[in-house]
């Protein structure tokens, strides 16, 4: 069984940053990808970025250039950095481990962007 902790968010004006970590339980968190999803209310869960094992990451078209996933391997922690924060950035941000049929999921960090 893996589990995922997350932490980090809070209430943001726009234009700030949050930073949001997930602990990964397990030893074999280096050789697994890990993602962050979010949703937002009535909305689907969407893919926000992942990052590979390697540390190859990838973004969604909405927060490229303003986030930053990266990984801590020996700490077991994948990380999303979010700068340049804006209202449509709210959600319920979600760390992902592909591990199994489906996967695993932390219970979820909230994140509000508002003035």
């Given at each position: 069984q893996v589990q995922l902790v997350e932490s980090g968010g809070g209430l943001v004006q726009p234009g700030g940053s949050l930073r949001l970590s997930c602990v990964a339980s397990g030893s074999s968190f280096?050789?697994?990808a890990m993602g962050w999803y979010r949703q937002a209310p009535?909305?689907?869960r969407e893919l926000?970025?992942?990052i590979s094992s390697s540390g190859i990451a990838n973004y969604a078209?909405?927060?490229?250039?303003r986030f930053t996933i990266s990984r801590d391997n020996p700490k077991n922690t994948v990380y999303?950095?979010?700068n340049s924060l804006k209202p449509e950035d709210t959600a319920v941000y979600y760390c992902?481990?592909?591990r199994?049929?489906?996967?695993y999921w932390g219970q979820g960090t909230q994140v509000t962007v508002s003035s």
């Open positions: 280096s050789i697994y009535g909305k689907q926000v970025a992942v078209d909405s927060v490229k250039g999303l950095q979010m992902h481990a592909p199994g049929a489906s996967g």
